[in-house]
């Protein structure tokens, strides 16, 4: 794993750069998907862009939440420093929840929608693997090889999700995806019982 990236006298979290570039990734491929389905990409770009933002302020205040002695005495906590104390059930009913009342608002159909989130929903299991494969967090807890295999495991659904794109059967990449999450949490059960190798 690779924390950080030194660059001289400057330190980046290498989990923090993978995020700002997961998601500059999922809102062009979220943008360019609303294009090619003919949908209002402006509308569906602000839409993720919503998503993302309740996801992380909902994520940050549940986990305040139950944790609420630990920020008591220092409320300045709550906001700063931000490199960890997320909760992700929070986070993603934040995110739908947002999600389903900005499509709501703004009348946007709802099958095309989800079609055109998808590519950005991939990407965006990729990037969360990555930063955590690469922060050593994720890796950390269940071994640097069962983390790889979920992130393969994302790509793969990637991959043959835009070739079913392209084929036009979108049921490629929803299997693809179920094989590769299926896949990496096996390598996870067989990790924690005995050596992978």
């Known amino acids: 794993m690779l924390p950080t990236l030194d660059l001289g006298p400057l330190v980046l979290p290498t989990a923090g750069l993978v995020f700002i570039a997961g998601a500059w990734l999922v809102l062009s491929a979220t943008e360019r998907a609303a294009k090619k389905l003919a949908l209002n990409a402006e509308a569906s770009y602000t839409l993720v862009a919503i998503m993302m933002a309740a996801a992380f302020i909902g994520a940050r205040l ?4 139950l944790h609420w002695p630990a ?8 906001f700063w420093p931000l490199t960890s104390g997320f909760n992700w059930a929070g986070g993603l009913i934040s995110a ?6 900005y499509g709501r608002v703004k009348q946007l159909p709802p099958a095309a929608t989800l079609d055109a989130l998808a590519p950005g929903l991939m990407l965006s299991l990729m990037a969360l693997s990555l930063a955590d494969f690469l922060g050593g967090q994720f890796g950390a807890r269940l071994g640097g090889a069962s983390c790889l ?7 793969l659904g990637f991959v043959v999700g835009i070739l079913g794109s392209i084929i036009g059967t979108p049921i490629f990449g929803c299997l693809a995806g179920l094989l590769g999450t299926l896949g990496g949490i096996l390598l996870v059960r067989y990790k924690r019982k005995g050596p992978l190798i």
């Open 96 to 101: 739908l929840t947002a999600g389903v009342l």
């Open 149 to 155: 295999a979920i992130v393969l495991g994302s790509m």
């Open 71 to 78: 920020y008591q005495g220092n409320l300045l906590s709550i």
């Open 62 to 65: 549940v986990f305040v939440i």
